[in-house]
Every structure is written in structure tokens, then in C-alpha cells.
């Protein structure tokens, strides 16, 4: 199995399908916490390259728009590898409620962090290396994607923590989880339509948005040698907990949970 991984890794993406490729590379950067600087560079260089392609059958007023991101997103979000509670708690050592959630919010951040990071060094690399395969667009196109991707599996395994488990196909659930990261809202099951497999125009105007901040707020990783590092690794991590504080207040309100104890009360 890893020999035939590897020489899948080692496939140009003209040479395999590019829809395929992509569930493929943001389920790998979406599911391993541990994963060291170069396996992800490695990994992000790759969705780049792809996007790159990608983008050019998109266009430039589908890209402007933020419909091409957010199309990405949706076609991405069945391969996320999402958690149910009892998967969790055995992963974190059986931590249950808001400090289980907290964990979550953690490693998500850690992820995010580490994206940024990881866009930095890239386009370090690209400042001394301009006619590299990479391109900045498409490099912030790939950090981008990926960002979201573990802000909606932050998202999803917040709400199996809290009680709410949206079912489904995994199409259904990816949108339901997408709309819920645009919206910054969490899911609320009594809600007409907060369940659905297709996203409405409003979702979609709201994603397009979304994206498209997501899109600005990487712009901060392609400053010149390593301050792109830092700084896109410091945005990301602020807007990850950021987001994390709204979606769980949501939950909270929808299930009648109590707010959390002060930090110094708990276990």
C-alpha cells in the first residue's frame, strides 16, 4: 500500500483525475495533526499546481467572484474527514464536553497556523525562485481551500461534541457544514432548510463572500522571505478561534448547554 501511494503522490495532475486528485490532497491536509513542514509544503505545492489548471478552465470573473473558491469548497467538503463524538473522545483521551470542544478549537488552530506557515515558506521560496511552477495566485488559492476545510471539520466535530449530528450523505453534510462556516453560524435542526444537500442562493452569495475573505486574509503570507510565515500563521489562528467563539455559542443556545466554567473551575 505506502509503494502504491507514492507512486500516486509522484503522478503529474494532468495525468489523473483532477476532481479525484483534489478530494484527495484536502482530505490528506485535513486529516493528519501531526504532519511535519514538509509533507505539507510538499502537499500544498501540489494542490496548487492543480488549482492552477483548475483556474484557468474557471476564468477570470468566475475567480474575481468568489464563485470558483466557493465551488471548490462544496466539491471538496464530502472528503474532510470528519469525527464522531465517541471517535473524539477515544482520540483525546476521553475528554467530554467544553473541554473536548476546546481541544477541537486547539488543533484546528494548529492546523490553520501551520497552513499559513507553510504558504510563507512557499512564497519565500518563489521570492528567490521566481519561474518555479508555482504561482502566487494559485498558491493562495490552495492555502485558502485547505483553511476552510479545517475551519468546516472544526465546525462539523464542534457539533457532534455539543449533541448535534447532522445525518445524511456525505454531500449533504459537507453543504450543510459549508453553509454553516460561510454563515458563521452553527446548524440549528429545527431551522427549515438548515439541512439540505444543495446550497440556496443566499448560502451561495454568503460563501462566495466568505472565500473571498478567507482569499484577502492569505494575501498576509506572501510578504517578502520568512514575514509572510508569521504573519499568515497569526491571522489564521486568530480568525480559527474566532470563528470557534461564534459557532459555539450557537450550539450552546440551540442545545440549552450552560456556558462554560471559568478555566481555573475545570478538571
Do not use: C
Amino acid at each position: 500500500m505506502p509503494g502504491e501511494i507514492e507512486r500516486q503522490e509522484d503522478m503529474e495532475p494532468s495525468r489523473r483525475n483532477g476532481s479525484a486528485e483534489l478530494g484527495e490532497l484536502v482530505g490528506r491536509l485535513t486529516a493528519e495533526e501531526s504532519m511535519d513542514r514538509e509533507t505539507r509544503g510538499r502537499l500544498l505545492g501540489r494542490l496548487a499546481a492543480l488549482l492552477g489548471q483548475n483556474a484557468r478552465r474557471a476564468g477570470a470573473a468566475g475567480i474575481a467572484r468568489g464563485r470558483w473558491l466557493g465551488d471548490l469548497l462544496v466539491e471538496a467538503a464530502p472528503h474532510i474527514p470528519i469525527r464522531d463524538l465517541e471517535t473524539l473522545q477515544a482520540h483525546h483521551h476521553g475528554l467530554m464536553g467544553e473541554e473536548l470542544a476546546d481541544r477541537i478549537v486547539k488543533v484546528a488552530g494548529n492546523g490553520t497556523t501551520a497552513v499559513g506557515a507553510a504558504g510563507g515558506a512557499l512564497a519565500a521560496v518563489e521570492f528567490a525562485a521566481p519561474p518555479l511552477l508555482l504561482t502566487a495566485p494559485a498558491q493562495l488559492a490552495a492555502e485558502t481551500l485547505i483553511v476552510a476545510a479545517l475551519e468546516v471539520k472544526m465546525i462539523a466535530e464542534l457539533h457532534e461534541v455539543y449533541g448535534i449530528t447532522v445525518q445524511g450523505t456525505g454531500t449533504a453534510r459537507g453543504a450543510a457544514f459549508v453553509t454553516s462556516w460561510a454563515r458563521q453560524r452553527g446548524i440549528n435542526p429545527l431551522e427549515t432548510g438548515s439541512l439540505t444537500s444543495a446550497l440556496g442562493t443566499a448560502a451561495k452569495s454568503a460563501l462566495r463572500k466568505r472565500m473571498l475573505r478567507t482569499f484577502g486574509r492569505s494575501l498576509g503570507t506572501m510578504g517578502p522571505f520568512l514575514t509572510g510565515a508569521a504573519a499568515g500563521a497569526a491571522l489564521n489562528r486568530s480568525a480559527t478561534r474566532a470563528l470557534a467563539a461564534k459557532i459555539r455559542h450557537d450550539l450552546r443556545q440551540t442545545t440549552g448547554a450552560p456556558p462554560p466554567l471559568p478555566r481555573d473551575h475545570r478538571r
